[in-house]
């Protein structure tokens, strides 16, 4: 089986799209620092673009978090592999994804981080597969919806190759 990414979103899109949400979000957040919290790995050129877009005081913090199982399916249990190294309580957050699929994920980091009492808590995701959707969550801002196929670049991975792409691919598979 030969692999082979074919562009669903070009770079240029990609670009004025998270330009477009760099101003919704700085405007929702006026007068306030936007604790943003990249979810590693996919999300850390999503965060740093949109940041660098954001006319706004934010502060970069990390968390890892993965499912069991490593095939392009993800499953049900979430495991916190690397926590945030700073209290949130009182502080505007602002959690940053790549892709919001079953939604397991995110719906497992906001019930958690919400127990931290932060005064806002708020999603965001530049891309959204809504047709597989498991847990009931929902994003504060989307990028862009798409359909139920494998994604990958700008940040996201297929076996951790095709991060560094700087459009959103669809990986296909052809016999050889
Ligand atoms: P969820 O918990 O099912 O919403 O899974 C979200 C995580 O699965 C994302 O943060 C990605 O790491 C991964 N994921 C889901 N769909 C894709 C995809 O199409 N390409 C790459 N990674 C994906
Ligand atoms: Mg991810």
């Known amino acids: 089986m030969k692999e082979r990414v074919e562009v ?4 240029a ?8 949400m760099a101003e919704e979000i700085g405007r929702d957040y006026a007068g306030k620092e936007i604790f943003m919290i990249c979810i590693l790995k996919g999300s ?3 965060m740093s673009e949109l940041a660098k877009k954001l006319n706004h005081e934010v502060t970069f913090n990390f968390m890892k978090v993965s499912s069991y ?26 959690i940053i994804e790549d892709i919001v699929d ?23 995701t530049l891309l959204d597969k809504p047709d597989r959707r498991v847990a009931d969550v929902e994003a504060d801002y989307t990028g862009f919806v798409i359909p ?9 991975d297929y076996a951790q190759r095709y991060r560094n792409l700087d459009y959103i691919g669809v990986l296909r598979f052809d016999e050889e």
């Open 8 to 11: 669903l979103i070009s770079a």
């Open 13 to 20: 899109d990609v670009d004025k799209r998270v330009a477009q």
């Open 44 to 46: 850390v050129i999503f």
């Open 69 to 94: 199982g490593n095939s392009t399916e993800s499953c049900g249990r979430i495991k916190i592999d690397m926590d945030l190294d700073e209290h949130i309580k009182g502080k505007d957050v602002l």
């Open 102 to 124: 079953t939604g397991r994920t995110l719906k497992h980091l906001k019930d958690l981080l919400s127990l931290r009492e932060p005064a806002s808590l708020k999603l965001c």
């Open 148 to 156: 139920d196929d494998f994604v990958v670049g700008y940040g996201l």
